[in-house]
């Protein structure tokens, strides 16, 4: 099932085929590109917090927070908040909010972070369902999406990088995962010092590997495309339930008419021969050890998220 069309830039074509995700916390660019979601992260966030046209948002997280009598930690959450309630004018559908780096291995902890988010945004008059708690995929991030799925609170599994972290999460119950594809190429191209063509790259290879997973066993989760390098993976990828992109290769694809073929689909998913894979603890941990690349990124992910973060808290203390 290929299905091509020429008719206008490859970023209405994608539309076609695709849900358009924004990965920036940047109002102006997101009204730009008129995505349906928006997705947030601790570098996104510190990138918009940093710019004078966004002071007002983090003023106003501050003046809320002390004036409910809120901790330190409370009112960088409301920061986040407040990012993603001007980012759910712009945007239909949801916008993504990230639990902290530091809680990554703390099931009950990020499950805790996640109810404030909710109850923030409910306090706002905003409906979980437009929400999804970003969790960093450790095997711990996962039980506590687990938990919060069961409480209707949908969550987006992160620092994604292998089968194995795609099938826990499924099982799990999340409602989306962000495989992060740029990442991919990134270690394989340094681990073998080679460049990638986009059809051949290891990080798109990784979500049409997943996304066959989940249409052949019948999973409802999610696949979300993010992280990317060029245009070429976004293309490759086409068909995907959903993909997060920058602005600037949303700015990219908007100045291509090059044509777009649909290169996932349900209908091709179910003829793979990929196997189905009981998946526990054990051997989660076993299969996530197994695989250096996952290993090292989803722990270099959490490492990054959280010097960010720090970074956040330095500028609000400075200047606020």
Same mark, same amino acid.
């Given at each position: 099932?290929?299905?091509?069309?020429?008719?206008?830039?490859?970023?209405?074509?994608?539309?076609?085929?695709?849900?358009?995700?924004?990965?920036?916390?940047?109002?102006?660019?997101?009204?730009?590109?008129?995505?349906?979601?928006?997705?947030?992260?601790?570098?996104?966030?510190?990138?918009?917090?940093?710019?004078?046209?966004?002071?007002?948002?983090?003023?106003?997280?501050?003046?809320?927070?002390?004036?409910?009598?809120? &901790?330190?930690?409370?009112?960088?959450?409301?920061?986040?908040?407040?990012?993603?309630?001007?980012?759910?004018?712009?945007?239909?559908?949801?916008?993504?909010?990230?639990?902290?780096?530091?809680? &990554?291995?703390?099931?009950?902890?990020?499950?805790?972070?996640?109810?404030?988010?909710?109850?923030?945004?409910?306090?706002?008059?905003?409906?979980?369902?437009?929400?999804?708690?970003?969790?960093?995929?450790?095997?711990?991030?996962?039980?506590?999406?687990?938990?919060?799925?069961?409480?209707?609170?949908?969550?987006?599994?992160?620092?994604?990088?292998?089968?194995?972290?795609?099938?826990?999460?499924?099982?799990?119950?999340?409602?989306?995962?962000?495989?992060?594809?740029?990442?991919?190429? !990134?270690?394989?191209?340094?681990?073998?010092?080679?460049?990638?063509?986009?059809?051949?790259?290891?990080?798109?290879?990784?979500?049409?590997?997943?996304?066959?997973?989940?249409?052949?066993?019948?999973?409802?989760?999610?696949?979300?495309? #993010?992280?990317?390098?060029?245009?070429?993976?976004?293309?490759?990828?086409?068909?995907? !339930?959903?993909?997060?992109? /920058?602005?600037?290769?949303?700015?990219?694809?908007?100045?291509?008419?090059?044509?777009?073929?649909?290169?996932? /689909?349900?209908?091709?998913?179910?003829? &793979?021969?990929?196997?189905?894979?009981?998946?526990?603890?054990?051997?989660?941990?076993?299969?996530?050890?197994?695989?250096?690349?996952?290993?090292?990124?989803?722990?270099?992910?959490?490492?990054?998220?959280?010097?960010? #973060?720090?970074?956040?808290?330095?500028?609000?203390?400075?200047?606020?």
């Amino acid at each position: 099932m290929n299905t091509t069309t020429t008719t206008t830039n490859q970023l209405e074509q994608l539309r076609k085929f695709t849900r358009i995700v924004a990965d920036t916390s940047d109002f102006a660019l997101i009204k730009e590109y008129s995505p349906e979601d928006a997705t947030t992260n601790p570098t996104l966030i510190l990138k918009a917090a940093l710019k004078p046209d966004y002071k007002q948002v983090v003023q106003k997280a501050i003046s809320d927070a002390k004036k409910a009598g809120l &901790s330190q930690r409370d009112e960088l959450r409301l920061i986040l908040v407040n990012f993603g309630l001007e980012i759910l004018k712009i945007v239909p559908g949801r916008v993504s909010t990230e639990t902290s780096a530091e809680l &990554s291995f703390d099931t009950p902890a990020l499950v805790e972070e996640a109810r404030f988010f909710i109850a923030a945004y409910a306090k706002q008059g905003i409906g979980k369902e437009r929400v999804l708690i970003k969790l960093a995929s450790t095997w711990e991030g996962i039980q506590a999406a687990k938990v919060l799925q069961k409480d209707g609170v949908n969550c987006n599994m992160t620092l994604l990088f292998s089968l194995a972290q795609a099938v826990a999460a499924a099982e799990a119950g999340a409602k989306l995962i962000s495989p992060f594809v740029g990442r991919i190429l !990134d270690w394989f191209k340094a681990a073998n010092k080679r460049d990638y063509a986009p059809a051949e790259d290891p990080g798109v290879e990784s979500v049409r590997e997943i996304y066959a997973y989940y249409k052949k066993f019948g999973h409802p989760t999610e696949v979300m495309g #993010a992280s990317f390098r060029n245009k070429g993976e976004i293309t490759e990828l086409a068909g995907c !339930d959903l993909l997060t992109i /920058s602005p600037e290769l949303l700015g990219e694809l908007m100045k291509s008419n090059e044509p777009v073929t649909r290169k996932l /689909s349900p209908e091709i998913a179910k003829q &793979s021969s990929i196997a189905k894979v009981s998946m526990d603890e054990k051997t989660f941990r076993w299969q996530l050890n197994e695989n250096a690349m996952a290993t090292e990124k989803l722990a270099q992910g959490i490492r990054s998220f959280r010097a960010d #973060a720090i970074k956040l808290e330095d500028f609000v203390s400075r200047n606020f």
